[in-house]
């Protein structure tokens, strides 16, 4: 470790090279040690859409961000301030969210003519003086790795697979990061292949090494713990949140759990995770396609499992019939949609949140569901729970919206004490002699009754066609017809008594309101904090449930001179405030597979307040 040693609050740092350069890897175990550290983080994985995309190109860049701080945050950062790259490809891409002042660390060995070619530049970056603003740190990595490991005889492809752990060992000098759960990591994932351990473990003590002797580096930082609650913490990304979220619900309502999915980017964690749960009882099916799998998770909810389907965007239109069924056989079902960046294949593995009207609209007919959303990795935890629960009370299918930044992005994750989560209450029907009536509801929420299929003295019609209210036979009565579309949306409209009252962060009246939903919440609440440090009169409000909206949401926005909503599409949410409340809200509309930026936020609102608007 360096003598001159400088203490510093938070950093940005980013990953990036070819897809099969191990960015995503480095970045976990960055990650994983950081943790350790106790510093608080948040994290960005971004995978190449392309599955094979030519070494070298810009299409198979793979990159992985993390900000990591001694005080609470909320996203993984805007600015980077330490930018690894492997390859030119992955300086072309990445280069322009580097801060002026930064630290550009490149991997010389790779900025060969035919890679410059494929990056499409004319020229050297590292030597035409195009990099001036920043701080190039260029070393030749593959070199380094290939001389620490020259006497092992390995062959060429696998010595060039550890240069990043090189990379990594440099990162952990420069941070204080310890080596030895990398080490112990390492000891476990190639216990049978022992030279591929010894190689590893040479490559990433060299990079920390060359950190420590090399004159290049001038100091080295530390970043000390956050001050998190006291308890057990683990890292977790959103899509594991949310497995664990429905197994705990299947575990706190005594029903089996059935999840029906087929794979597709980037919902299908979802589904590989729930299988290793066999002994909790968990039942996964990977259907044929989107269709059988929510027919056949249809068919768990009618025989009384706690039925889940999770897709994106493409997979939730196959689906929208079928979702259709549920709502008028009213059973309860969660279908979870991880968004993406569209249309049609769009950009999978990119982030998004233009789902929004595909949930609240996007079936045949009047079709109400409830819709929540996640606001961050470890919040899909609860909101998993909560959708649960909810569809329970109410036999009602219900949407969970998440998307592919908190799918994969990840954060420290205080384990919940399992008593404190609101109960979950399950109750079948049983026969009483009486004639069965199917759809003679519960007087408050409108529920009804869940009977299982083959209960003597239950029996009744299921399927798509109008029900008859109570009886539940087949209805062509138009007076009937109304009346059910009118109690399926009551149904709905009531869960608003299930919705907190909304949180404010900030004044309660003021100049400016900004308003969102969804991923966008450690974005925004970063950016109001930096405003309220300034003084200005901003506050935020953040909404987890969309359809219904929060009972108190309508009073709250009437207070604020102006509103301010950023989103991931074109304005769904906004045009959705705007004509449920009439009010003149502004938007702040990005669509560019990313996840919305903080200081843009603090711009727009600088602008709106400053202008006469």
């Avoid at 502004?586 to 711009?603: D, F, H, L, Q």
Wanted: hydrophobic residues 40%; proline residues 6%; negative net charge.
């Amino acid at each position: 470790m360096s003598d001159n040693t400088k203490p510093i609050k938070n950093v940005v740092i980013r990953f990036a090279g070819d897809s099969g350069d191990g960015m995503q890897l480095m970045g976990d175990r960055f990650t994983a040690t950081t943790a350790m550290v106790g510093n608080d983080l948040g994290t960005f994985p971004d995978y190449p859409a392309e599955i094979r995309a030519p070494a070298g190109s810009l299409a198979g860049v793979s990159a992985f961000q993390i900000q990591f701080s001694s005080q609470d945050i909320f996203t993984p950062g805007d600015r980077v301030d330490v930018l690894v790259v492997m390859n030119p490809a992955a300086l072309k891409m990445h280069i322009q969210d580097l801060r002026p002042g930064g630290t550009l660390i490149a991997n010389k060995s790779n900025f060969q003519k035919k890679n410059l070619k494929l990056a499409g530049y004319e020229t050297d970056p590292l030597t035409d003086d195009s990099l001036n603003d920043f701080m190039v740190l260029d070393v030749e990595i593959t070199e380094l790795v290939t001389k620490a490991l020259e006497d092992m005889k390995l062959p060429l492809k696998t010595v060039e697979r550890t240069k990043n752990m090189f990379a990594l060992g440099l990162t952990f000098w420069m941070y204080g990061r310890p080596m030895e759960p990398t080490i112990k990591w390492l000891n476990m994932k190639f216990k049978k292949r022992p030279e591929l351990v010894e190689a590893n473990v040479r490559a990433l003590k060299a990079g920390n090494h060359f950190g420590d002797i090399s004159e290049v580096f001038s100091s080295s930082y530390t970043v000390a713990p956050a001050p998190l609650a006291k308890g057990t913490y683990r890292n977790i990304t959103g899509n594991y949140a949310l497995g664990l979220g429905l197994l705990t619900a299947s575990e706190k309502s005594g029903l089996p759990l059935f999840f029906g999915g087929y794979p597709i980017t980037p919902a299908s964690e979802i589904l590989n995770q729930l299988s290793l749960y066999r002994n909790f009882g968990i039942r996964t099916f990977q259907a044929e396609d989107e269709i059988a799998s929510i027919g056949a998770s249809i068919g768990a909810a009618f025989a009384g499992s706690l039925a889940v389907t999770a897709s994106s965007g493409p997979g939730i239109a196959l689906k929208s019939e079928a979702m259709g069924l549920a709502v008028i056989t009213e059973l309860p079902l969660v279908i979870i949609n991880i968004q993406r960046a569209g249309p049609s294949t769009g950009l999978p593995t990119k982030t998004e949140q233009a789902d929004l009207f595909q949930a609240l609209f996007g079936r045949n007919s009047e079709s109400p569901i409830p819709v929540i959303s996640a606001i961050s990795p470890s919040d899909c935890y609860y909101t998993a729970y909560e959708a649960c629960r909810v569809a329970l009370k109410y036999m009602t299918p219900i949407i969970v919206l998440s998307d592919a930044y908190l799918a994969s992005g990840s954060e420290p994750w205080l384990l919940p004490n399992l008593s404190d989560l609101e109960k979950i209450e399950v109750k079948f029907t049983e026969s009483n002699g009486e004639t069965f009536k199917p759809y003679l509801r519960d007087e408050m929420t409108l529920a009804r009754p869940w009977a299982i299929p083959g209960t003597p003295g239950l029996e009744h019609r299921i399927g798509g066609l109008e029900k008859e209210d109570g009886s539940g036979n087949v209805s062509y009565d138009p007076e009937n017809h109304q009346k059910m579309i009118e109690l399926r949306e009551a149904k709905v409209a009531g869960i608003t008594r299930e919705i907190d009252p909304t949180e404010l962060y900030g004044e309660p009246i003021g100049d400016l309101l900004i308003l969102g939903w969804g991923s966008t919440y450690g974005s925004i609440r970063t950016a109001v904090k930096r405003l309220q440090d300034e003084g200005k009169s901003v506050s935020h409000a953040h909404v987890r449930w969309v359809n219904p909206l929060p009972a108190d949401l309508g009073e709250i926005v009437l207070k604020y001179q102006k509103i301010l909503v950023p989103e991931l599409n074109r304005g769904q949410f906004l045009k959705l405030i705007r004509a449920e409340y009439l009010v003149d809200a502004k938007g702040m509309n990005v669509v560019r597979g990313k996840p919305i930026r903080s200081y843009r936020i603090e711009e727009v609102a600088n602008e709106m307040l400053e202008s006469g608007r």
